[in-house]
């Protein structure tokens, strides 16, 4: 297939998600083409010879490689500044890949305890069993990545900003201790989204998304990418990622390819009304406490100015009255809707002490500031005017 003319300067973000990593079948289609196949034929024995000995271009197998995951995978490449990438079915089978595919019995992962609560139980839990030892740390402290890092220490691994508090820890600090011993740092990305940071340029090594969220942005497929250097993919992912299958589907690499399209606009649209609706939380006297990237009294300020280049999508913040009053404020919104997800063109509320973090020990949520009071919004695309009244509808009932 040919690939897309490539222009002699760099795209820019928002002209790179509508045209990077474009291929066009012998049709010329403007739009992605949608390759539901599992494999290709080969004209004759000898091709097919050439092409498993890796001497002849081509793709082989669905499970290794299709087309249409490749354009997203060469278009998220050229977002994230990566030389290479690999799609997978969800977000947290691109976590999971990142992190095995480079681990064996006997070494170390040091991760920041604010995790995602998947990605802590493949750190402590499967990558354990494998003898794998783990250590959970405050991400924030730099001092404790110091102390903490042993010379096994293979790999370490990171949310930022994390859920659901929206904390950021300081990425180029992390990645110089890291490489002290040789370990590569794996950061996952989800919340800050492609557009407002970029782990590699910070010197992480391997950035991990779940594309479920923003990069979808519309409600409809589950998706996750792994991208790295060319090196990294080729000697620690590329084989273990043939024979484990965690890739993603070529119709989902499809919607996924659409979502990217409008990423920066979204993007763009759910921060700018997400910093108005944070504005408002922080005027009510119902609120003790607004966590919000954006914002000059987040506890991270000086870290979000030098490596972020937006606020985010997402707001948390506590409730005066605990539970009763999260679960009122919740209850009374009309627009804004219940659900766990995230990112997502329609607004939604999560109350995480009860639901996504429901699961860890009283004190442990305490420990990351998960209050009962506490509520996590990801502004979506409605009109502001409408999420402000909504919110201060369920204000005045909180
Ligand atoms: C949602 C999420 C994941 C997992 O992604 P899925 O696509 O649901 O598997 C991992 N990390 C973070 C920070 C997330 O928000």
Not at 177 to 189: K, M, P, R
Not at 287 to 294: A, I, K
Not at 348 to 374: C, F, Q, S, Y
Request: proline letters at 5%; charged letters at 20%.
């Amino acid at each position: 297939m040919p690939q897309e003319t490539t222009t002699k300067r760099p795209l820019r973000p928002a002209t790179a998600m509508v045209h990077g990593g474009t291929t066009r079948s012998g049709f010329g289609e403007t739009s992605e083409a949608l390759f539901l196949t599992q494999g290709f034929v080969y004209d004759s024995a000898e091709a097919a010879e050439a092409r498993f000995k890796g001497e002849e271009p081509g793709f082989i197998y669905s499970r290794y490689a299709n087309p249409t995951t490749r354009m997203f995978e060469e278009r998220m490449m050229a977002l994230e500044g990566a030389g290479d990438a690999r799609a997978t079915a969800s977000g947290m089978a691109a976590v999971a890949t990142a992190l095995q595919c480079q681990v064996q019995a006997g070494d170390h992962i040091l991760a920041s305890r604010a995790l995602f609560g998947s990605c802590r139980y493949v750190i402590e839990t499967v990558l354990g069993r494998a003898g794998v030892a783990s250590t959970f740390i405050d991400g924030r402290d730099l001092d404790a990545w110091r102390s903490n890092i042993r010379p096994n220490t293979r790999a370490c691994f990171l949310e930022s900003p994390t859920n659901p508090t929206l904390e950021v820890i300081d990425i180029a600090a992390v990645a110089e201790i890291a490489h002290s011993v040789g370990a590569t740092l794996v950061v996952d990305n989800v919340f800050a989204t492609p557009m407002f940071q970029k782990p590699l340029a910070l010197g992480a090594d391997v950035v991990v998304y779940s594309a479920t969220k923003h990069i979808d942005g519309q409600g409809r497929c589950l998706g996750g990418i792994v991208l790295s250097s060319q090196e990294w993919i080729a000697e620690n992912l590329h084989d273990f990622f043939r024979h484990t299958g965690p890739s993603l589907s070529p119709f989902n690499a499809w919607v996924l390819l659409k979502g990217l399209e409008t990423l920066p606009l979204r993007v763009a649209q759910q921060t700018a009304s997400a910093a108005r609706i944070a504005e408002c939380l922080a005027a009510s006297p119902a609120v003790s406490r607004v966590y919000y990237p954006g914002r000059e009294d987040h506890p991270d300020a000086a870290v979000i100015k030098k490596q972020m280049t937006g606020g985010s999508s997402l707001i948390a913040f506590e409730l005066k009255g605990g539970k009763a009053s999260a679960f009122r404020f919740s209850d009374a919104l009309e627009i804004v809707k219940i659900s766990n997800n995230l990112g997502d063109a329609k607004s939604l509320i999560t109350h995480p002490a009860t639901t996504t973090h429901k699961n860890l020990k009283p004190e442990v949520r305490a420990d990351l500031g998960i209050g009962d009071g506490l509520l996590r919004l990801s502004v979506g695309l409605e009109d502001v005017q409408d999420l402000l009244e909504d919110v201060e509808a369920a204000l005045a009932a909180a």
